[in-house]
């Protein structure tokens, strides 16, 4: 018989649980631990030399001995097998890579027949060119230019905006994402009642926040903060669908936006790293009617392989060589270019693969995005009917394929944050049967099928109730 029924008091331990909730939570960390002995064998082993942030990633003391990374060993389609031999339906896809699901035949054949070219790096990529005509003819984007990854290719968009504006600051908003560059890695924060803007994190230089304005997105007041800044503003830096809150899609916000960074001659950059060619073939760009000025992408594009693209009106990208100009006759690059470069942009399995998706991309026409973002919806919605018919405290949203846990009702209901005590433990019970995520939310592909999406609505029911059972969910 338990405590409740006695009506004995249930006094919280260090944890903040109750004996039943604990015993619960022993019971299922020996499971999710007997489950997955490697990966957490890998992470204790390599710790002391693999200094990892996946390791330790939502690291609380209750949950101590589950706080390690699922090592992967074999991925294909929506399935991944860890390196204990579980196989999961993976939501993570690559965090909004795998936009075909894993090990698509036509990019495995692309980076083998690569392979045997050898990796030259240095002269002229033979695929560079072609890549860049599909990349152009598919975003609308007038040109564009290769680096490495989403971070380098935000980078080189704002250094673009400077040497296009002779203007250093740069707007953004919070709850954005845009890589892990000490410019765009500065938050909000109330002191004495003044909102000022500071570094998010230790070892992000202090000087940064002179040229960063952090404003809300979608509120029509930091149009007004935009305007008053107009002058010094190099550009306005938007993640037009944030990852973490894909219910946020203010279009008409936008539209005021382009109208005044128009107005005022402030580079608008989209960062479209996910949701390029995932919600649209042109992206947020075509989501939401708005032509940026530059805009950056990454993750699908490389099918699998790193990169990031830099993409953007002539006037813009001509900053990085100079412009156009022919043989033959006396034309010259005419724009004052500034600086970019990286040994391995432009590697030559980053272009194989790019080649392949855009080709790709390009045969299956907007159908492939509106049928993959429609099937997001239904399964989006059949979780939400579920966990509202079963007063499940969770609300999930989508854009696209895109979806996360957003919050809902009343604010202070601590459940509405995926990030609350012991909202994880969801995460983990997904995990445990078969689903791998990250907390909060994912991503479906095209290779997700019906079974797959049927096979996760029954983990999270099941997940729910092992965790009523265990005194974890009202
Ligand atoms: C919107 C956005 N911008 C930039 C980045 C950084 O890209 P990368 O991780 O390739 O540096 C990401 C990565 O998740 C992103 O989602």
Known sequence: MQTQELN??????????????????????????????????????????????????????????????????????????D??????????????????????????????????QGIHIGPQSDLAGEVAELFSE???????????????????????????????????FSGSYHG???????????????????????????????????LQYGNIQSLETIKQHQTELAAVIVEPVQNSRPDIQPKEF???????????????????????????????????????????????????MPIGAIAGKAEYMDRIDGGMWNFGDTSAPQVQTTFFA?????????MAAAKAVLKYLKTQGSSLQEELNQRTSQFIQQLNSYFEEDGVPIKLSNCGSIFNVVPFGDPSNLANSPASANMDLIYYHLIHKGVFLRPG?????????DEDLNFIIQAVKESVKELRNGGFLP
């Open 138 to 172: 598919l975003t609308g984007m007038e040109r564009v230019t290769f680096s490495n990854t989403g971070t380098e290719a935000v980078i080189t968009a704002l250094r673009l905006a400077r040497a296009a504006t002779g203007r250093h600051k740069i707007a953004m």
């Open 180 to 214: 892990h560059s000490d410019a765009s890695l500065v938050k909000t924060r109330i002191q004495d009642e003044v909102t000022q803007v500071v570094p998010m994190f230790p070892g992000v230089s202090p000087t940064v926040v002179a040229d960063a304005l952090v």
């Open 342 to 350: 990286g040994t391995y942009c432009k590697h030559p399995l980053s």
């Open 8 to 81: 004995l008091p249930q006094l919280p331990n260090q944890n903040g649980l109750n004996n039943h909730q604990q015993q619960y939570l022993n019971d299922f960390i020996q499971r999710y631990n007997q489950k997955t002995p490697t990966s957490k064998k890998q992470a204790h082993t390599y710790r002391h030399v693999l200094a990892d942030v996946r390791g330790s990633a939502g690291f609380r003391t209750a949950i101590k001995e589950i706080v390690y990374p699922i090592v992967g060993k074999y991925a294909s389609g929506s399935r991944m097998w």
């Open 254 to 304: 936008l539209h005021q936006l382009r109208k005044l960074t128009q107005d005022a001659g402030i580079v608008l950059i989209f960062d479209e790293m996910l949701t390029g060619f995932r919600i649209h073939p042109g992206g947020a760009q075509a989501w939401f009617g708005v032509q940026a000025d530059i805009a950056t992408y990454g993750k699908i594009v490389g099918g699998g």
């Open 83 to 116: 390196i204990d031999g579980n196989e999961y339906v993976d939501l993570m896809m690559g965090f909004g890579v795998n936009l075909f699901g894993y090990n698509p035949a036509f990019i495995k054949e692309a980076l083998t027949e690569r392979l045997e």
């Open 441 to 449: 939310g994912g991503l479906l592909s095209t290779a997700h099928t």
